[in-house]
């Protein structure tokens, strides 16, 4: 699944079922998924890809460099690297201190020239990133990653219990996730224009709001078929206006890139992180 950063949430972007036992992607599947991804919104618009330690190796990383995709993988600890002028080494050899971070650039790993960013963790592990973006920012760019997880358990539960279908067939389970991705935009989408038209949610004493936007656009949904006892008809005549809103809302997104994608604005679009994940 690859799904795409708006601020603090993501919202799924593209999904394909894989018929294997192992649940990783091979680097044939990245590739056509990312291709299709710029098929969709255009590689302009895409600021950098994400993706963790299943999504490694020489072809996959060389495909990104080469297509001019901005990327920061992160990687296992036992990759090799080597600086400019320096033999191969392992990460363990720079004796980092816990929480200590460090930066390379322009190191070969996995045959590719790239920036890295290392920093070692206090479990004895290290967060290994390499990454064609401003190498100074790399561990705060990779940190926006944690969003991925919340979209997931948005998806997988939270209402929508994603993982609790019956389902065998690959292609209903891809219909099914359709109508839960749109669902849950839909919700975020309620959830933040809430908070934004008609009233801040508040927040609590640790910082987090009381109501995250998904859990205020699924109340607010849940509250507009309980202000009456409706009939069939009527619970249907809302159900398709709401319908309608939604197609409305993405004809007009529509209409309004492809108008600045011709008129020669597509530089001034925001860009937008990629991540690709295995769910």
């Given at each position: 699944?690859?799904?795409?950063?708006?601020?603090?949430?993501?919202?799924?972007?593209?999904?394909?079922?894989?018929?294997?036992?192992?649940?990783?992607?091979?680097?044939?599947?990245?590739?056509?998924?990312?291709?299709?991804?710029?098929?969709?919104?255009?590689?302009?618009?895409?600021?950098?890809?994400?993706?963790?330690?299943?999504?490694?190796?020489?072809?996959?990383?060389?495909?990104?460099?080469?297509?001019?995709?901005?990327?920061?993988?992160?990687?296992?600890?036992?990759?090799?690297?080597?600086?400019?002028?320096?033999?191969?080494?392992?990460?363990?050899?720079?004796?980092?201190?816990?929480?200590?971070?460090?930066?390379?650039?322009?190191?070969?790993?996995?045959?590719?020239?790239?920036?890295?960013w290392v920093k070692a963790l206090q479990n004895g592990d290290f967060l290994y990133l390499l990454g064609t973006v401003n190498v100074e920012f790399m561990g705060q760019l990779y940190a926006k990653r944690w969003t991925i997880e919340t979209c997931f358990q948005g998806l997988k539960g939270r209402?929508?219990?994603?993982?609790?279908?019956?389902?065998?067939?690959?292609?209903?389970?891809?219909?099914?996730?359709?109508?839960?991705?749109?669902?849950?935009?839909?919700?975020?989408?309620?959830?933040?224009?809430?908070?934004?038209?008609?009233?801040?949610?508040?927040?609590?004493?640790?910082?987090?709001?009381?109501?995250?936007?998904?859990?205020?656009?699924?109340?607010?949904?849940?509250?507009?078929?309980?202000?009456?006892?409706?009939?069939?008809?009527?619970?249907?005549?809302?159900?398709?206006?709401?319908?309608?809103?939604?197609?409305?809302?993405?004809?007009?997104?529509?209409?309004?890139?492809?108008?600045?994608?011709?008129?020669?604005?597509?530089?001034?679009?925001?860009?937008?992180?990629?991540?690709?994940?295995a769910t």
């Open positions: 699944m690859v799904v795409v950063g708006c601020g603090d949430y993501q919202l799924p972007l593209y999904w394909e079922m894989l018929d294997n036992k192992s649940g990783n992607s091979s680097t044939r599947d990245r590739k056509a998924i990312v291709e299709m991804c710029v098929n969709l919104i255009g590689k302009e618009r895409i600021g950098y890809i994400v993706g963790d330690r299943e999504f490694i190796g020489h072809s996959w990383i060389k495909y990104l460099k080469d297509n001019g995709i901005n990327f920061i993988m992160r990687l296992p600890k036992h990759h090799l690297l080597q600086k400019p002028d320096v033999s191969v080494f392992k990460i363990e050899c720079l004796n980092l201190k816990i929480n200590k971070a460090v930066i390379l650039r322009d190191c070969l790993v996995d045959g590719v020239v790239a920036n890295v209402g929508f219990n994603l993982e609790k279908t019956h389902l065998k067939c690959l292609k209903k389970i891809k219909k099914l996730i359709a109508l839960v991705a749109i669902s849950y935009a839909v919700c975020i989408s309620m959830g933040i224009y809430f908070h934004a038209k008609v009233q801040k949610i508040k927040k609590k004493k640790h910082g987090y709001k009381s109501n995250s936007f998904l859990r205020k656009g699924i109340n607010m949904i849940q509250e507009l078929f309980r202000q009456a006892i409706l009939t069939d008809t009527a619970i249907e005549n809302r159900i398709f206006s709401f319908l309608r809103c939604i197609k409305m809302q993405m004809s007009h997104y529509q209409k309004k890139y492809a108008y600045l994608k011709k008129a020669g604005y597509s530089r001034n679009l925001a860009n937008i992180m990629l991540s690709i994940n």
